[in-house]
């Protein structure tokens, strides 16, 4: 599974729209890039998922460029309650037999 | 809401002790895996089960095992509880087989402190 690299932390504002950042540069074909997002004594959450160019869905949108070596999480206009940490993997689950690897994750804090 | 409840939701263990932490996935879903959570980093494959079958593992010991039931629940199983072993641990559960990418949906977890 392709390893990613993504900020530690990040600060904004209610209001905002936050962009993180994931590098996986050896990314294979087959991989696909899927963010969630964990709250304090949670479980992780599914956010959005994507292969190439753009996806949106009600809560977030996902920009991957055509090289596919990275790829960006927007969240818009963020509130309080986005505050969280967010994690972005990379792998071809179905061949993994969906096996998730996790990073550090970002730690994104909303503040009012 | 993912439909995945775990239990208990803490746990309070000495070392050299053994612990079964269970898990009920959303109904349907024939495979479950098990993370552990360390304070401040994120979720490590601990191994998943597909159909009643242990279907891969992570870089955990043999004294981590687990059992998939036919009703959809689970339960992970850790002897000779060691101090290092305190962490989150969580479930998620999902539908292999669906065309697309599987989505797992995670439990709340169950809090684990070995003293």
């Known amino acids: 599974l392709a390893k990613t690299t993504q900020p530690i932390s990040m600060d904004s504002y209610e209001g905002q729209e936050v962009n993180i950042t994931c590098s996986h540069n050896n990314i294979a074909t087959n991989d696909y890039i899927t963010w969630y997002q964990q709250f304090p004594s949670q479980g992780p959450r599914f956010i959005i998922q994507g292969y190439k160019t753009k996806v949106t869905n009600e809560v977030a949108s996902l920009f991957i460029p055509a090289d596919r070596k990275s790829s960006t999480l927007s969240l818009p206009r963020v509130s309080l309650s986005d505050t969280a940490v967010y994690y972005c993997?990379?792998?071809?689950?179905?061949?993994?037999?969906?096996?998730?690897?996790f990073g550090g994750g970002t730690r994104v804090l909303v503040k009012p | 809401e993912t439909g995945v409840t775990q239990s208990p939701t803490h746990l309070i263990k000495t070392r050299g002790q053994q612990v079964t932490l269970r898990c009920s996935s959303q109904?349907?879903?024939?495979?479950v895996s098990w993370y552990q959570q360390a304070l401040g980093q994120g979720p490590q494959f601990i191994f998943q089960y597909y159909r009643e079958e242990e279907n891969g593992r992570g870089n955990f010991p043999p004294r981590f095992s687990g059992l998939q039931f036919p009703n959809y629940s689970s339960e992970l199983n850790v002897n000779a509880l060691e101090l290092d072993d305190s962490a989150l641990y969580l479930c998620?559960?999902?539908?292999?087989?669906?065309?697309?990418?599987?989505?797992?949906?995670f439990g709340p977890g169950t809090r684990l402190l070995v003293l």
């Open positions: 109904s349907g879903h024939n495979t």
């Open positions: 998620a559960s999902s539908l292999a087989g669906l065309p697309s990418q599987e989505t797992q949906y």
């Open positions: 993997l990379v792998g071809d689950h179905k061949a993994a037999g969906n096996k998730l690897t």
